[in-house]
T-cell receptor
Framework: KQEVTQIPAALSVPEGENLVLNCSFT??????LQWFRQDPGKGLTSLLL?????REQTSGRLNASLDKSSGRSTLYIAASQPGDSATYLC??????????FGKGTKLTVNP | GAGVSQSPSNKVTEKGKDVELRCDPI?????LYWYRQSLGQGLEFLIY????????KSGLPSDRFSAERTGGSVSTLTIQRTQQEDSAVYLC?????????????FGQGTRLTVV
């Protein structure tokens, strides 16, 4: 059974800092990995999708990497801003087709 | 449509009543997912549709929960005889299938409160 773990559960940083969020998964047989953000009371917004054959994806200040063999992904946020405050979730899709989610990292960026 | 649309956005119901939650996926998306997010908890998988069929309904918590999808588009999640523990945000997502780019997009959710 696939299990996804996100560390840390919460993170508070000053504005402008670069930061890394971690995601690990137990079964390396995945099709893809997706990072989302969730604002309070809202749905999930897709940030980045990494296919199993890819090593990383970039979008603006965000960079996500994938090491499938070790079951790890990181989301790097450069020059963090207060607007980046949200809960960040990673999810993996394997043979069962469903997305398996971690419990998320709650990020607070202080002005 | 431009995105995944869910209705209603909020629903308050009395214990024991039936409720229907609706999801309109992105046009052309063949895969559709339902998830549940309870207060302070992670996302719990409920059911997955490929077209109109549900290859994986393993996450439905009990036989009070059912879902259908018609025309390969709109999906309805029905909860019968609601209980207080059913209170949660119900999220729907859709994606293409088998294209190599299966990015999932979520709706804003339906917040269900059973009183």
């Amino acid at each position: 059974k696939q299990e996804v773990t996100q560390i840390p559960a919460a993170l508070s940083v000053p504005e402008g800092e670069n930061l890394v969020l971690n995601c690990s998964f137990t079964d390396s047989a995945i099709y893809n990995l997706q990072w989302f953000r969730q604002d309070p009371g809202k749905g999930l917004t897709s940030l980045l999708l990494i296919q199993s054959s890819q090593r990383e994806q970039t979008s603006g200040r965000l960079n996500a990497s994938l090491d499938k063999s070790s079951g790890r992904s990181t989301l790097y946020i450069a020059a963090s801003q207060p607007g980046d405050s949200a809960t960040y979730l990673c999810a993996v899709k394997g043979g069962s087709e469903k997305l398996v989610f971690g419990k998320g990292t709650k990020l607070t960026v202080n002005p | 449509g431009a995105g995944v649309s869910q209705s209603p956005s909020n629903k308050v119901t009395e214990k024991g009543k039936d409720v229907e939650l609706r999801c309109d996926p992105i046009s052309g998306h063949t895969a559709l997912y339902w998830y549940r997010q309870s207060l302070g908890q992670g996302l719990e998988f409920l059911i997955y549709f490929q077209g109109n069929s549900a290859p994986d309904k393993s996450g439905l918590p009990s036989d009070r929960f059912s879902a259908e999808r018609t025309g390969g588009s709109v999906s309805t999640l029905t909860i019968q005889r609601t209980q207080q523990e059913d209170s949660a945000v119900y999220l729907c997502a859709s994606s293409f299938y088998g294209t190599g780019n299966e990015e999932a997009f979520f709706g804003q959710g339906t917040r269900l409160t059973v009183v």
